[in-house]
């Protein structure tokens, strides 16, 4: 997990956060001067909803329609995929 206080520092004022997925922001990312958003990772977002008593394949599947697929405006976070 990141240092919270300093990435609420340097992401854009508009930046979306997932409600009890602190666990799952590994970063903050930024392209040719965009704004500064949260960065979650994939796989650590299913261990979030595992943890909260979903099975395997229901967290899965919440979190892809319900997280990587959401569009909520400038500020949606950016998903950081990894084979691991």
């Given at each position: 997990?990141i ?17 009890g ?17 949260f ?41 950081l995929y990894?084979?691991?």
């Amino acid at each position: 997990m990141i240092d919270m206080d300093w990435a609420t520092e340097i992401v854009d004022d508009d930046a979306v956060t997932w409600d009890g997925c602190g666990a799952a922001i590994v970063g903050v990312a930024s392209r040719c001067s965009d704004k500064a958003l949260f960065v979650y990772d994939y796989n650590k977002l299913v261990e979030v909803f595992i943890g909260q008593g979903m099975t395997e394949q229901e967290a899965i599947e919440w979190v892809d329609y319900n997280i990587a697929n959401a569009w909520v405006g400038d500020g949606t976070p950016y998903i950081l995929y990894t084979n691991h």
